[in-house]
Protein backbone atom coordinates (compact mmCIF):
# COMPACT_ATOMS: atom_id res chain seq x y z
CA UNK A 1 0.00 0.00 0.00
CA UNK A 2 1.16 3.43 -0.90
CA UNK A 3 1.61 6.19 1.37
CA UNK A 4 -1.24 8.25 -0.41
CA UNK A 5 -3.89 5.07 -0.21
CA UNK A 6 -2.87 4.23 3.41
CA UNK A 7 -4.00 8.23 3.72
CA UNK A 8 -7.04 7.34 2.67
CA UNK A 9 -7.44 3.79 3.45
CA UNK A 10 -8.09 3.10 7.01
CA UNK A 11 -6.00 0.55 8.49
CA UNK A 12 -6.48 -1.69 11.94
CA UNK A 13 -3.24 -1.15 13.11
CA UNK A 14 -3.35 2.83 12.90
CA UNK A 15 -7.21 2.47 14.64
CA UNK A 16 -5.55 0.36 17.44
CA UNK A 17 -2.68 3.02 17.54
CA UNK A 18 -5.70 5.91 17.53
CA UNK A 19 -7.65 3.77 20.52
CA UNK A 20 -4.55 3.56 22.59
CA UNK A 21 -4.29 7.48 22.11
CA UNK A 22 -1.27 7.51 19.93
CA UNK A 23 -0.54 9.74 17.11
CA UNK A 24 0.74 7.51 14.20
CA UNK A 25 -2.69 7.63 12.12
CA UNK A 26 -4.28 9.49 9.48
CA UNK A 27 -7.42 11.15 9.05
CA UNK A 28 -9.06 8.15 7.21
CA UNK A 29 -8.16 5.66 10.50
CA UNK A 30 -9.59 8.76 12.51
CA UNK A 31 -12.65 8.56 11.07
CA UNK A 32 -13.44 4.96 11.03
CA UNK A 33 -12.46 4.68 14.67
CA UNK A 34 -14.85 7.69 16.03
CA UNK A 35 -17.62 5.49 14.04
CA UNK A 36 -16.54 2.66 16.20
CA UNK A 37 -16.86 4.49 19.65
CA UNK A 38 -20.28 5.91 18.37
CA UNK A 39 -21.64 2.00 19.01
CA UNK A 40 -18.30 0.64 21.20
CA UNK A 41 -17.66 3.55 23.68
CA UNK A 42 -15.45 1.50 25.96
CA UNK A 43 -13.08 0.05 22.80
CA UNK A 44 -10.27 2.37 24.13
CA UNK A 45 -10.52 0.36 27.71
CA UNK A 46 -10.47 -2.93 25.53
CA UNK A 47 -7.06 -1.88 23.95
CA UNK A 48 -5.41 -0.98 26.84
CA UNK A 49 -6.63 -4.11 28.40
CA UNK A 50 -5.27 -5.80 25.75
CA UNK A 51 -1.93 -4.48 25.59
CA UNK A 52 -2.10 -5.26 29.13
CA UNK A 53 -2.69 -8.72 28.94
CA UNK A 54 0.49 -8.69 26.30
CA UNK A 55 2.23 -7.29 29.23
CA UNK A 56 1.36 -9.73 31.65
CA UNK A 57 1.47 -12.92 29.32
CA UNK A 58 5.21 -11.97 27.76
CA UNK A 59 6.33 -11.97 31.73
CA UNK A 60 4.63 -15.26 32.70
CA UNK A 61 6.46 -16.90 29.43
CA UNK A 62 9.51 -15.37 30.16
CA UNK A 63 9.37 -16.76 33.77
CA UNK A 64 8.57 -19.84 32.48
CA UNK A 65 11.56 -20.09 30.56
CA UNK A 66 10.73 -18.83 27.13
CA UNK A 67 13.64 -17.06 25.84
CA UNK A 68 12.25 -16.67 22.19
CA UNK A 69 9.15 -14.68 20.66
CA UNK A 70 6.92 -14.35 17.59
CA UNK A 71 4.64 -11.66 17.74
CA UNK A 72 2.30 -11.47 14.93
CA UNK A 73 0.55 -8.77 14.47
CA UNK A 74 2.60 -6.29 16.15
CA UNK A 75 0.89 -3.12 15.38
CA UNK A 76 2.57 0.22 15.73
CA UNK A 77 4.87 0.46 18.68
CA UNK A 78 3.85 1.09 22.25
CA UNK A 79 5.73 1.52 25.71
CA UNK A 80 6.68 -0.81 26.44
CA UNK A 81 7.14 -3.25 23.50
CA UNK A 82 7.07 -7.16 24.02
CA UNK A 83 11.10 -7.43 23.60
CA UNK A 84 11.19 -5.09 26.43
CA UNK A 85 9.49 -6.94 28.82
CA UNK A 86 11.21 -10.16 27.95
CA UNK A 87 14.51 -8.93 27.74
CA UNK A 88 14.06 -6.98 31.26
CA UNK A 89 13.26 -10.35 33.09
CA UNK A 90 16.03 -12.26 30.68
CA UNK A 91 18.49 -9.92 28.85
CA UNK A 92 19.44 -12.91 26.46
CA UNK A 93 15.30 -12.95 24.76
CA UNK A 94 15.10 -13.13 20.98
CA UNK A 95 11.92 -11.52 19.00
CA UNK A 96 10.91 -11.41 16.12
CA UNK A 97 7.82 -8.97 14.67
CA UNK A 98 5.38 -9.68 12.22
CA UNK A 99 3.05 -7.06 10.36
CA UNK A 100 1.92 -5.96 6.84
CA UNK A 101 1.33 -2.12 7.77
CA UNK A 102 4.00 -0.03 5.78
CA UNK A 103 3.35 2.33 9.25
CA UNK A 104 4.55 -0.21 11.49
CA UNK A 105 7.40 -0.81 8.80
CA UNK A 106 8.60 3.12 9.52
CA UNK A 107 8.65 2.52 13.53
CA UNK A 108 10.82 -0.98 13.01
CA UNK A 109 13.72 0.32 14.58
CA UNK A 110 11.73 0.86 17.81
CA UNK A 111 11.02 -2.36 17.66
CA UNK A 112 14.81 -4.06 16.78
CA UNK A 113 16.59 -1.82 20.12
CA UNK A 114 17.77 -4.72 21.89
CA UNK A 115 19.99 -5.94 24.67
CA UNK A 116 23.47 -6.81 23.67
CA UNK A 117 22.52 -10.24 24.94
CA UNK A 118 19.54 -10.72 22.83
CA UNK A 119 18.45 -9.87 19.51
CA UNK A 120 15.24 -8.75 17.50
CA UNK A 121 14.17 -8.43 13.72
CA UNK A 122 11.19 -7.09 12.24
CA UNK A 123 9.60 -8.91 8.89
CA UNK A 124 7.20 -7.10 6.98
CA UNK A 125 4.67 -10.26 5.88
CA UNK A 126 0.94 -11.86 6.06
CA UNK A 127 -0.02 -13.35 8.77
CA UNK A 128 -2.31 -15.60 6.29
CA UNK A 129 0.66 -16.65 5.37
CA UNK A 130 2.35 -18.54 7.83
CA UNK A 131 4.59 -20.84 5.07
CA UNK A 132 6.74 -17.75 4.08
CA UNK A 133 6.87 -16.57 7.83
CA UNK A 134 8.44 -19.03 8.95
CA UNK A 135 10.96 -19.69 5.96
CA UNK A 136 12.15 -15.95 6.08
CA UNK A 137 15.80 -15.20 7.06
CA UNK A 138 14.59 -12.43 9.08
CA UNK A 139 12.86 -15.35 11.29
CA UNK A 140 15.46 -18.51 10.83
CA UNK A 141 18.67 -16.29 11.54
CA UNK A 142 17.22 -15.09 14.99
CA UNK A 143 14.78 -17.79 16.17
CA UNK A 144 15.87 -21.70 16.61
CA UNK A 145 12.85 -23.78 16.20
CA UNK A 146 13.94 -26.48 17.28
CA UNK A 147 13.56 -25.06 20.89
CA UNK A 148 10.52 -23.25 22.45
CA UNK A 149 9.02 -20.50 21.25
CA UNK A 150 6.35 -18.07 22.90
CA UNK A 151 4.12 -17.46 19.58
CA UNK A 152 1.82 -14.31 20.40
CA UNK A 153 -1.11 -13.49 18.12
CA UNK A 154 -2.92 -10.30 20.35
CA UNK A 155 -5.72 -7.99 18.46
CA UNK A 156 -5.12 -9.95 15.42
CA UNK A 157 -7.44 -13.20 14.47
CA UNK A 158 -10.48 -10.52 14.16
CA UNK A 159 -9.43 -9.71 11.75
CA UNK A 160 -8.80 -12.91 9.97
CA UNK A 161 -12.62 -13.95 8.22
CA UNK A 162 -11.35 -18.06 7.21
CA UNK A 163 -9.12 -20.20 8.16
CA UNK A 164 -7.71 -18.56 12.00
CA UNK A 165 -7.52 -22.46 13.02
CA UNK A 166 -5.36 -23.37 10.00
CA UNK A 167 -2.95 -20.40 10.32
CA UNK A 168 -2.42 -21.34 14.12
CA UNK A 169 -2.14 -24.47 14.09
CA UNK A 170 0.55 -24.33 10.74
CA UNK A 171 2.56 -22.28 13.10
CA UNK A 172 2.65 -24.08 16.48
CA UNK A 173 3.10 -27.63 13.96
CA UNK A 174 6.73 -25.58 13.49
CA UNK A 175 7.27 -25.19 16.92
CA UNK A 176 9.16 -27.32 19.69
CA UNK A 177 7.08 -28.96 22.74
CA UNK A 178 7.02 -26.91 25.24
CA UNK A 179 6.21 -23.71 23.00
CA UNK A 180 3.27 -21.47 24.05
CA UNK A 181 0.46 -20.02 22.45
CA UNK A 182 -0.64 -16.71 23.07
CA UNK A 183 -4.06 -15.49 22.13
CA UNK A 184 -7.08 -12.50 22.48
CA UNK A 185 -9.59 -11.89 20.08
CA UNK A 186 -12.63 -10.67 19.78
CA UNK A 187 -16.33 -12.11 20.79
CA UNK A 188 -19.46 -11.28 20.00
CA UNK A 189 -20.84 -13.72 23.06
CA UNK A 190 -21.54 -10.66 25.41
CA UNK A 191 -22.99 -8.08 23.73
CA UNK A 192 -24.12 -9.54 19.78
CA UNK A 193 -25.46 -6.18 18.34
CA UNK A 194 -22.70 -4.21 19.23
CA UNK A 195 -19.83 -6.33 18.15
CA UNK A 196 -22.27 -6.75 14.60
CA UNK A 197 -22.11 -3.58 13.88
CA UNK A 198 -18.69 -2.98 14.78
CA UNK A 199 -17.82 -5.70 12.46
CA UNK A 200 -19.49 -4.49 9.27
CA UNK A 201 -18.11 -0.80 9.96
CA UNK A 202 -14.68 -2.42 9.56
CA UNK A 203 -16.11 -4.50 6.74
CA UNK A 204 -17.57 -1.49 4.80
CA UNK A 205 -14.27 -0.06 4.87
CA UNK A 206 -12.16 -2.65 3.26
CA UNK A 207 -11.47 -4.27 6.21
CA UNK A 208 -11.38 -7.90 7.11
CA UNK A 209 -13.72 -8.48 10.72
CA UNK A 210 -14.65 -12.03 12.43
CA UNK A 211 -15.12 -12.10 15.94
CA UNK A 212 -15.83 -16.10 17.67
CA UNK A 213 -17.65 -17.52 20.14
CA UNK A 214 -15.75 -18.95 22.69
CA UNK A 215 -16.38 -22.59 21.63
CA UNK A 216 -14.42 -21.31 17.97
CA UNK A 217 -12.04 -19.25 20.60
CA UNK A 218 -11.21 -22.76 22.18
CA UNK A 219 -10.72 -24.78 18.67
CA UNK A 220 -7.68 -22.40 18.48
CA UNK A 221 -5.86 -24.24 21.39
CA UNK A 222 -7.12 -27.69 20.58
CA UNK A 223 -4.28 -30.25 21.46
CA UNK A 224 -2.41 -27.56 24.20
CA UNK A 225 -2.54 -27.71 27.91
CA UNK A 226 -4.68 -24.33 28.47
CA UNK A 227 -3.24 -22.02 31.40
CA UNK A 228 -5.15 -21.45 34.44
CA UNK A 229 -7.22 -19.49 34.28
CA UNK A 230 -8.03 -20.72 31.29
CA UNK A 231 -10.04 -18.79 28.45
CA UNK A 232 -11.74 -15.79 30.18
CA UNK A 233 -11.88 -12.06 29.30
CA UNK A 234 -8.37 -10.79 29.02
CA UNK A 235 -8.32 -8.77 31.97
CA UNK A 236 -9.80 -10.93 34.33
CA UNK A 237 -6.47 -13.12 32.69
CA UNK A 238 -3.79 -13.44 36.15
CA UNK A 239 -4.74 -9.46 36.87
CA UNK A 240 -1.64 -8.07 38.57
CA UNK A 241 -3.59 -4.79 39.69
CA UNK A 242 -1.37 -2.17 38.03
CA UNK A 243 -3.59 -1.55 34.74
CA UNK A 244 -6.99 0.03 36.32
CA UNK A 245 -10.52 -1.10 34.60
CA UNK A 246 -13.66 0.01 35.59
CA UNK A 247 -15.70 -1.95 37.51
CA UNK A 248 -18.27 -1.28 34.68
CA UNK A 249 -16.07 -3.00 32.36
CA UNK A 250 -17.44 -6.52 32.76
CA UNK A 251 -20.42 -5.90 31.36
CA UNK A 252 -19.13 -4.92 28.21
CA UNK A 253 -16.19 -7.45 27.50
CA UNK A 254 -15.20 -7.51 23.90
CA UNK A 255 -12.51 -10.53 23.71
CA UNK A 256 -11.63 -13.51 25.78
CA UNK A 257 -7.74 -14.64 25.94
CA UNK A 258 -5.85 -17.41 26.66
CA UNK A 259 -2.26 -19.05 27.01
CA UNK A 260 -2.01 -22.48 26.38
CA UNK A 261 1.49 -24.66 26.05
CA UNK A 262 2.62 -26.87 23.64
CA UNK A 263 3.07 -30.71 25.01
Same mark, same amino acid.
Given at each position: ?????????????????????????????????????????????????????MRRST?????????????????????????????????????????????????????????? &?????????????????????????????? &???????? #????????????????????????????????????????? #???? &??????????????? &?EFATL???????????????????????????????????????????
Amino acid at each position: MGVESAQTQPHSARMYDYFLGGKDNYAADRLAAEEVLKVWPTIKVAATVNRAFMRRSTRFLADAGIRQFLDIGTGIPTEPNLHQIAQEITPESRVVYVDHDPIVLAHARALMTTTP &EGATAYLEADATDPESILASPELTEILDLS &EPVGLSLI #ALLHFIETGAEEIVHTFLDALAPGSYLVICAATADFDPAQI #ATVR &EIYRARGITAQDRTR &EEFATLFQGLDLVDPGIVPPHRWRPDGITEVPDSYDASVSCYAGVARKK
